[in-house]
């Protein structure tokens, strides 16, 4: 992974208060190390966020246990996570 991308996939996760509070960290080239991080995570807003995390890193091979869900996280999300997935839209990006 290049460090533009790199720095892309972290500035994602800055986006995202829930990630950035639990100091969530994109590691290497693949999800497991964020994916190892998001498991310590215990309700459904960090857990989509997270989804949405490893969606953008790779669309077609979501980690067991962590698929995101539009529905669901519109349902479970605050203000400041919807503006993150806005920025998102507004511009989107896969890695």
Known sequence: MSPATQQRM???????????QAGCRWQG????GFVAQAKQLHNAY????????????????APKGLRFDFQA???AWDQPHVEALRAWLRDPWYA
């Open 73 to 75: 996280a519109i349902d």
């Open 46 to 61: 960090d857990r989509q966020a997270a989804a949405f995390i490893c969606y953008v890193w790779n669309k077609y091979d």
């Open 10 to 20: 972290q500035a994602l996760i800055d986006s995202f208060p829930s990630l950035r």
């Open 29 to 32: 080239d693949t999800c497991h």
